[in-house]
């Protein structure tokens, strides 16, 4: 049971190039996040996922768009990179037992991203 | 709109000293409100939560939680500072039936020799 994974860990991009992170999970979990963790800002949610095949806008979901699917993978898209764009990004899952009202989210590694 | 406030973004206690991290959040409904631990390099790990109940909640790693709605205040507790207790914490708040978490940004935790 590996949790959790993202990939890949660390890139580094030019302006203008794109690129997309893979989030997989192996728990069966129903619901799926992005984030961004910038200095002195938190997480900020970009894009999250209530099953397959579905997707909707977080806090900060401009310049980013997303995929899922199948239940277990969860795609972040960056059709054309900004150094604004450089940062950690965080995916997480819930299960469906509770909802996410009370489910723990389950964090993966995270990705570095800088753009140059 | 919902909210979450952390006061500090650093904090620094000696090894053995209490710890005390605040967390206010701004509701118009009934929160549920968790607390989150990174180590460095790494995601995200749940502390504790309060959802309904209790109002003082134990965590992992000894740490707790007071709930207190009169104060909207939900502050992480630990008698014993350890060196091992040293990471960024994250206070973040979610609503029943809503599916977007808010996180504070964050405390960073620095214990002393």
């Known amino acids: 049971n590996a949790g959790v994974t993202q990939t890949p860990k660390f890139r580094v991009l030019k302006t203008g190039q794109s690129m997309t992170l893979l989030c997989a999970q192996d728990?069966?979990?129903?619901?799926m996040y992005w984030y961004r963790q910038d200095p002195g800002m938190g997480l900020r949610l970009i894009h999250y996922s209530v099953g397959e095949g579905t997707t909707a806008k977080g806090e900060v979901p401009d310049g980013y768009n997303v995929s899922r699917l199948k239940k277990q993978n969860f795609l972040l898209g960056l059709e054309s990179a900004a150094p604004s764009q450089t940062s950690v990004y965080f995916c997480?899952?819930?299960?469906?037992?509770?909802?996410?009202?009370?489910?723990?989210?389950?964090f993966g590694p995270g990705t570095r991203l800088t753009v140059l | 709109a919902q909210s979450v406030t952390q006061l500090g973004s650093h904090v620094s206690v000696s090894e053995g000293a209490l710890v005390l991290l605040r967390c206010n959040y701004s509701?118009?409904?009934?929160?549920?409100l968790f607390w989150y631990v990174q180590y460095p390099n790494q995601g995200l790990q749940l502390l504790l939560k309060?959802?309904?109940?209790?109002?003082l909640v134990k965590g992992i790693n000894g740490f707790e939680a007071e709930f207190k709605k009169s104060e909207t205040s939900f502050h992480l507790t630990k008698p014993s500072a350890h060196m091992s207790d040293a990471a960024e914490y994250f206070c973040a708040v979610i609503h029943s039936g809503t599916y977007k978490y808010i996180f504070g940004t964050g405390t960073r935790l620095k214990v002393l020799a």
């Open positions: 509701s118009s409904v009934p929160p549920y």
């Open positions: 728990m069966n979990h129903e619901y």
């Open positions: 309060y959802t309904t109940g209790a109002t």
């Open positions: 997480a899952s819930i299960p469906r037992l509770a909802g996410p009202s009370t489910d723990t989210q389950y």
